[in-house]
Each structure stands twice: as structure tokens, then as C-alpha cells.
């Protein structure tokens, strides 16, 4: 059904490259035409010929879903993490992430501004601990330092301003 839906004439190369990772992942993926790129069509011969980053994505997450692991350099074991989005001409990269409760965390830096987001849980950011709701910008090149609280699990939304990186300190 969704390689039917996204198939055939209404299918753009770009939009099917940065659309499949998330298709494959989610149950529902909604694009908005937010400039009207396809009400011309078909009257003008056929579909827009470039989206120039003009459509919005968005990914309804399912709690609950398991994410891909990964083992950053700061943390003490994996933690699950998911690229929703990436910017091919800024770098910016958003990501679904969650730590598992009592992870152990080093305090590090990035080359990006990052923004985080909690959906679910409770995080200790800098020894501040805030829960579901909380908005967190945490500017470039600052050393800080989130875990998750002993207790429980926590997920949240985490957008870097450019390109992901991080540099634990000593």
C-alpha cells in the first residue's frame, strides 16, 4: 500500500530518497504541499520538477516503538536513535532519541547549536531536572552535560543546528 501510494507518476527522486527511511519506520508519514507545487497539476504536463525543501514531513511516533541502537563516545552503553530529518543544504539533523533509565553520561560539547525537547521521562541537563514539555537550546561549542534519571527511561526530540557531532571532554 505505501509503495503504491508514493509510486507512479507522483513520485519525485529527492522526496523518495528523504520519504523511505521514514515510511519504512512509521505508521503514518503525511507530506503537506505548503506552496501549492502540485495544484497546477496536471493542467501544466505533469508533476513539480523541484521541491527545494518546500514540502513539510511530518512523522506521527509510535511509544513504545524501538529505536535503532547506537553507542555515542559520551555514554556508558547504547541508547536508541533515530534520524527523522537532515537538511542537505544546512547539515541541521533532528532525531528521536532515548536514553535508557541510569545511563552514565560525560560532559561534552558540539560544533552545532542543538535544541531538545522531552517527551517522555525526566532528563538531568546541566544538574536541572525537567520532565515532558520541557524546551532545552543548548548553544554551539558548550560544554553541558543530560542524562536520564535513574528511574525511568527517557525520549525526546533532539534538533542540531547543523551538522551532528559531539567531543567528550577529559
Sequence with gaps: MKEAFYG???W???LKAELMPLIAHYESVLVEDTI???DSWPRDGGPPAAIDGELTVVVEISHGEELPQSQPIIYDRPIGMRL???DPESGEEHYLVEYP???AARRHWHTSAHTIVIL???LVVDGREVGPGTYCHIPAGKSMEHAP???EPCLFLTIF???ADVHAED
Design 149 to 151: 534519571t535513574s528511574d
Design 101 to 103: 533509565a541510569g545511563l
Design 36 to 38: 501549492g507545487l502540485w
Design 120 to 122: 517522555k521521562g525526566k
Design 12 to 14: 519525485l527522486g529527492e
Design 84 to 86: 527523522l530529518h537532515q
Design 161 to 163: 543546528h547543523g551538522p
Design 8 to 10: 507512479g507518476a507522483l
